[in-house]
Nanobody, 114 residues
Framework: VQLQASGGGLVQPGGSLTLSCAAS????????MSWYRQAPGKERDLVAS???????IYAESVKGRFTISRDIAKNTVYLQMNSLKAEDTAVYYC?????????WGQGTLVTVSS
């Protein structure tokens, strides 16, 4: 499966941004789709995930601020990010788990700065 991430950019603290991840196949056939992020000098960490059944999980640091959702008709997963903080600055990656194998999209840079 191929993943195309988009939507990154520069935003001020407290602002909002929505990331999109378009998949090359029906996302209902994918076990789980997730967003990860990697800040400079840090490891890549899970931000949010949505399973085939629609169940979601979030990193503690983004709970209440970020929302992962999907549009099955468009084969697209979204990450709505609100109340952004400087520490949210990172390259965000889309991930899919298909038949227990991980697939990655290219990263999209999110910079939170005034």
């Amino acid at each position: 499966v191929q993943l195309q991430a988009s939507g990154g950019g520069l935003v001020q603290p407290g602002g909002s941004l929505t990331l999109s991840c378009a998949a090359s196949r029906n996302i209902f056939t994918i076990d789980a789709m997730s967003w990860y992020r990697q800040a400079p000098g840090k490891e890549r960490d899970l931000v949010a995930s949505i399973g085939r059944g629609g169940n979601t999980i979030y990193a503690e640091s983004v709970k209440g601020r970020f929302t992962i959702s999907r549009d099955i008709a468009k084969n697209t997963v979204y990450l709505q990010m609100n109340s952004l903080k400087a520490e949210d600055t990172a390259v965000y990656y889309c991930n899919a788990i298909l038949f227990q194998s991980p697939y990655w999209g290219q990263g999209t840079l999110v910079t939170v700065s005034s």
